[in-house]
């Protein structure tokens, strides 16, 4: 079996971050962490990188070892950049 | 999509209607009700990011020390957000006493890109409307917060 990537590999998803959306591709064959890495740095998230996490629309948070395709995204797929926690104190 | 980091630039100052002011203290003083942080969201349209325009009162829990926001509302708000075509300018949070940034404050903020600013109102905002004993911090272009003039970055109109 082949793991060369191809064209039909490639998709574009869409980040949602503050009120703006930015496109991103990804290979089906990439984990959610990578993919959450590319949208961190489309929208300059520097510091506790490890506190973001993405969601889909729905609301379910997307594991990060899990394959973009064994989550179940396709083009267009639509996705929320946010922090797991907001506290202050 | 336009540009590759959302607006908001270091040094950059904020119009802040008076009404939108009154509107935070009043929902701090009734949420808290001198008992309980609170947290609001200053909000405003990105073709227009130095201006507020609205004030959005989290669904969150709160005691007398700290504050968390629901999660599935942040979920709804997300979305909202984008639908509308505005972003959160400046968070907002009442102490029980005196204003600072403190670690909390620090590690969980809503938004952590430059230019993002967190303002924190002393006495559980039980005090005048004004920004006076207020402190104000802004993410700098590492991530790190910095202490930042209130009065000079936040314009009262």
Redesign the interface.
């Known amino acids: 079996m082949s793991t060369a990537t191809t064209a039909a590999d490639t998709l574009t998803l869409v980040i949602?971050?503050?009120?703006?959306?930015?496109?991103v591709q990804a290979n089906t064959h990439q984990t959610i962490q990578a993919l959450l890495e590319h949208a961190m740095n489309?929208?300059?998230?520097?510091?506790?990188r490890h506190?973001m996490a993405l969601?889909t629309?729905s609301?379910v948070e997307l594991q990060l070892n899990q394959s973009i395709q064994d989550a179940g995204l396709v083009e267009g797929s639509r996705l929320?950049l946010?922090?797991?926690?907001?506290?202050?104190? | 999509?336009s540009t590759?980091?959302?607006p908001g630039r270091l040094e950059e100052r904020v119009n802040l209607p008076h009404e939108r002011l009154a509107e935070t203290f009043e929902i701090m003083q009734h949420c808290g009700a001198g008992r309980r942080?609170c947290?609001v969201l200053w909000?405003g349209p990105?073709h227009s990011p130095d201006l507020i325009t609205e004030v959005i009162h989290?669904r969150h829990h709160a005691d007398g020390?700290?504050?968390?926001?629901d999660?599935?509302w942040?979920?709804?708000f997300?979305?909202d957000?984008?639908s509308?075509?505005?972003?959160?300018r400046v968070?907002v949070?009442s102490h029980p006493q005196s204003a600072f940034h403190?670690p909390?404050?620090d590690?969980?903020?809503?938004?952590?890109?430059?230019g993002f600013l967190s303002l924190v109102i002393p006495r559980f905002a039980l005090g005048p409307v004004s920004l006076e004993g207020a402190y104000l911090a802004e993410?700098q272009f590492?991530?790190?917060w910095s202490e930042v003039d209130a009065g000079k970055r936040v314009a009262i109109i």
């Open positions: 949602v971050y503050n009120g703006l959306e930015r496109p489309a929208f300059g998230v520097h510091q506790n506190l969601w629309d609301g929320l946010r922090p797991s926690a907001v506290r202050g104190g | 999509m590759l980091i959302p942080e947290q909000i990105w989290p020390h700290g504050f968390s926001l999660g599935g942040l979920n709804t997300w979305i957000l984008a509308r075509h505005v972003g959160i968070q949070h403190s909390t404050d590690e969980f903020p809503i938004i952590r890109t430059e993410v590492d991530g790190s």
